[in-house]
């Protein structure tokens, strides 16, 4: 670390880029030297976060597509549920933790620091972590209530039970098999169509559909983690689908998701709900074949030679990440091409709706 940068409080964006990356490997020195917005990023595990920045980003661009709607009110949501990932993350840590669950060497521990088990904070810093960056994101959903109505509660409620019940009391939904069905509807319907009402006043059948193919993607990622660390979690008695489905089926179905996040982006074209440049998501081929040819194979034992260090003991969730990533920008793409070949008054099979 830089002589300049040995001060805590000051802004370092070399290491927001960074955490935003990366999930870095920190010592406890160079935790302390850091400033307060690289501290969340590294602890919220910001890196992550991209994909909840692509969901709230597709549903207003959908949104868009549909006609006119507001910058600024995207712009509130995209923080409001960015900030709330970002409790959400932090606050899986704390029950993690209070449980039992991360601690013993466990797999999380192994990744990235853990804001607990790393020393880097008590469990009451860490709470008032969560509260303050929630009161944040409430003050964005409070002003989006005002601007479009009640219905905005329904949205934040429904995602806060979720956030509160995947790690948490009484029945973690990780635990009995739902973890990986509340993240497919959090991204999807609530994100992603949320947003759109936000914009729009209203929520279409249409949206929930163009929700699929990127929704289905961050549920891949969950798979790669969950199946990254199934020996662990049985262990723990955590029952996550790949623990309940076994490697190999977890394996086959994360092919399936791939292979479902490509015919769901052509149906949706085919059948007008989304325009033609869409379909630029073939771009990222190369990354699902990548992709496939890894879950068709055991997890290694030990880090091949050519894999990075920062990213080991990750396997499955590093080369399904990759690959979202890339689906997913190439994907947000394809609907702003769709929405300037609109504005243009081009008629090259754009979007229908």
Not at 64 to 92: D, E, K, W
Request: net charge positive; hydrophobic share 55%.
């Amino acid at each position: 670390m830089d002589t300049e940068q040995r001060h805590a409080g000051v802004l370092d964006f070399r290491m927001w880029y960074r955490a935003l990356k990366v999930i870095p490997h920190l010592e406890r020195n160079e935790w302390d030297a850091l400033d307060p917005v690289s501290k969340w990023l590294v602890a919220a595990r910001g890196a992550v976060l991209i994909m909840t920045f692509f969901s709230a980003l597709i549903g207003g661009l959908l949104a868009f597509s549909a006609g006119s709607a507001s910058i600024l009110l995207l712009v509130l949501t995209v923080i409001g549920l960015v900030l709330a990932h970002g409790a959400s993350n932090l606050l899986n840590d704390y029950w993690d933790t209070r449980m039992g669950v991360d601690e013993g060497n466990y797999f999380r521990a192994q990744y990235g620091p853990h804001p607990l088990i790393s020393g880097f904070m008590t469990a009451r810093q860490l709470l008032m972590w969560v509260f303050a960056t929630l009161c944040v994101a409430m003050l964005a959903g409070l002003y989006l209530m005002l601007v479009r109505g009640p219905w905005i509660i329904l949205f934040a409620a429904v995602g806060l039970l979720l956030m509160m019940t995947y790690s948490g009391k009484p029945y973690p939904l990780k635990r009995i098999g739902l973890g990986e069905i509340a993240v497919f509807i959090i991204w999807g319907p609530l994100m992603i169509g949320g947003t759109f009402y936000v914009l729009r006043g209203v929520l279409p059948l249409w949206v929930i559909l163009a929700s699929l193919p990127y929704t289905l993607g961050v549920t891949l990622v969950l798979f790669g983690k969950h199946i990254d660390k199934i020996d662990y979690d049985r262990k723990k008695s955590i029952r996550t689908l790949p623990v309940l489905l076994g490697e190999k089926w977890a394996r086959m179905a994360s092919i399936a998701i791939i292979v479902l996040m490509f015919l769901t982006s052509v149906l949706l074209v085919a059948g007008g709900y989304l325009g033609l440049p869409v379909l630029l998501v073939a771009l990222s081929i190369p990354g699902a074949l990548t992709a496939i040819r890894v879950f068709t194979r055991s997890r290694p034992l030990a880090r091949p030679a050519d894999y990075p260090a920062d990213a080991w003991p990750l396997w499955y969730v590093g080369f399904s990440f990759i690959f979202n990533r890339n689906f997913g920008g190439l994907f947000v793409l394809g609907l702003m091409l769709d929405i300037a070949l609109k504005m243009a008054g081009i008629p090259v099979l754009v979007s229908q709706l």
